[in-house]
């Protein structure tokens, strides 16, 4: 074929229907002002409509030095201190260890896209949730992977059947299962598992890891706006029951933790009891990262340090962030009761940024 791209790019071409409805929706409100709900990208705005950036974040940005700003991170693998702080946040309060590598990713989506790379070979398998985030199909595509979904819903719970239906199928084929669950808080239904259905996926994932290896990718994007705060973090001791053939991959993203989404920083929290895969994993990540982005960048990944291994930053960021947790709470309740009392069917909601109307 006679074309300056490859094989590969040739004809791609990105449609965003998130961004395109949140342009139609700009439009719809010049024209029909206040009845206008705009409801859809998973960004933040307070009670006048003003997108949200954290005063306990961003005034504390202010203070750090221009040197900082500027400079490159000290490792490839994302600044040993942002390390250790994401550590701290989200394993912090368990009294067990997680055995785990991390490292540094361009926000959750890198966090997401790298894992996908240096999990599959080209044709084979990404299985997501039938309700999700639509990036998921763009970056299977980008490297050449097929999709397909495990099916959320049965009556208000989560479809553990289904789930491992296409999970068994997909081994059954390829020997092998990258499996991406967004919990808590899912876009864009809201639906948070219970410990119960995280421990039937922990149980299932054992048993199928005899087939061949089953790597979780759990993506925690909107992990800081559930209702239960820190303590839903507890739940990350199940990863520590994972057999040796299963590997969990926590994306993990600043942006909405932070209110920083532009800052581009987040984490691949790889956790497995194979210490030499897991070895393995991080250098792989560690090359991608290279190739792909370089390093990440270095004064957002200071400012969550300064925030979060200082007790008086942290103290005032928790407490800006639980405001907008309640209000969400607020938020929510107020719509979920006028969906009951208007006969509108909504996917099963429980918490966090999104809810969904059924429309079949
Ligand atoms: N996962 C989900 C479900 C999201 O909604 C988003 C952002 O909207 C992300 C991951 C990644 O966001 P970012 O790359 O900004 O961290």
Sequence with gaps: MNTFLNSNSHGKK??????KAAVACNEAKKIYGD???????????DEDGVFVAFDSVWGIYDTIDKIQKAKYASSIQGNPEFRLSVYNWLFGDLDENINCEIIATPGGAGAISSTMKNVLSVGETVIKPS???GPYNTMAAEFGLNITSYNMFKGNSFDIEDFKTVL???MNKEGKVLVIINDPCHNPTGYTLSEDEWDDIIEFSNLLSKQGPVIILNDIAYVDYNIKGNSWKQGFKRFNKLTENVMVV???STSKTMTAYGARTGAQIVITKDQKQLEMFKDAGIYSARSIWSTVNNSAMRLFSEIMDNEEN???FLKE???YVDLLKERSDIFVNEAIECGLPIYPYKEGFFVTVRIF
């Design 14 to 19: 990105m449609v965003d229907k998130v961004f």
């Design 35 to 45: 009845v206008v709900v705009d409801a859809t990208l998973g960004t933040l705005f």
């Design 131 to 133: 309700q999700g985030w």
């Design 168 to 170: 068994t199928d997909i």
């Design 250 to 252: 926590i994306a993990f």
């Design 314 to 316: 942290k103290n005032a």
């Design 321 to 323: 962030k639980q405001y």
